[in-house]
């Protein structure tokens, strides 16, 4: 049996890059740990379409409550509805308490002043059935009204719609036609596109998903008690 010295010893040049692999795989063991035990680091999958064109959906992406969220920063809460039960829900804080919400003819309003215009979103838009040829849609997320079968409603981005110039309408609901799921919650004749005003009282959130048209967000379940808050996204 041989007690000898090993004949091909590592040197030290051959050593860091198996420090700084074993380093790193202990490094993401641990946040993976630190992640299923809290919400301190959590890897996400978009699984609805309601942050389209920015959170697509079937994308990944890490949420954390170590970062203090601010306005329009995304979040992850806890939320409970009849359709879903327990679940989290990802959307936009687009009101923070004491902020004055108001949506007029489908474009958010915080405080007053213009808060859509530095964001990517998705309206839905009124298309003519002779026009639609090649145009990317979610046909599932569409609609007809009868007696018109050859006009289409559809959630499009609307960069796409401004890029390729598509003689297409953005379609929003007039004031005053009552939304009943939004009436029972806000007891107000508001709908999607017109919308408050309203305060935002302390210890809420007011949240909205950039899909406008497609979204079961603050407008439909309530504002969101802060308790509520998992963390804020991180990466997108």
């Given at each position: 049996m041989y007690f000898g010295r090993d004949q091909n010893p590592l040197k030290p040049s051959q050593l860091n890059p198996l420090i700084i692999v074993a380093s790193i795989s202990g490094l993401l063991i641990g946040l993976w740990i630190l992640g299923r035990r809290t919400f301190a680091f959590r890897l996400f999958r978009m699984s609805s379409s309601a942050n389209q064109p920015t959170l697509k959906t079937g994308r990944y992406f890490f949420c954390s409550d170590l970062k203090k969220p601010k306005r329009l920063d995304f979040i992850c809460y806890r939320a409970l509805t009849p359709a879903t039960g327990p679940t989290l829900f990802t959307h936009?804080?687009?009101?923070?308490?004491?902020?004055?919400?108001?949506?007029?003819?489908?474009?958010?309003?915080?405080?007053?002043?213009?808060?859509?215009?530095?964001?990517?979103l998705m309206h839905v838009y009124k298309m003519q059935?002779?026009?639609?040829?090649?145009?990317?849609?979610?046909?599932?997320?569409?609609?007809?009204?009868?007696?018109?079968?050859d006009t289409v409603y559809a959630p499009l981005d609307d960069e796409y719609v401004r890029v390729k110039a598509l003689p297409f309408i953005r379609y929003v609901l007039p004031p005053g036609l009552r939304d009943e799921a939004i009436f029972k919650v806000y007891r107000k004749n508001w709908n999607q596109d017109h919308f408050g005003p309203l305060k935002v009282p302390a210890g809420k959130f007011f949240v909205l998903g950039d899909n406008r048209g497609n979204s079961m967000d603050s407008r439909y379940q309530g504002m969101i008690d802060q308790s509520k808050y998992a963390g804020t996204v991180l990466w997108k």
């Open positions: 936009r804080i687009c009101g923070l308490p004491g902020d004055i919400i108001e949506i007029r003819a489908g474009k958010l309003y915080i405080n007053k002043q213009d808060a859509d215009h530095d964001l990517s059935v002779k026009d639609i040829s090649g145009v990317v849609y979610d046909e599932t997320l569409s609609y007809t009204l009868p007696p018109y079968p």
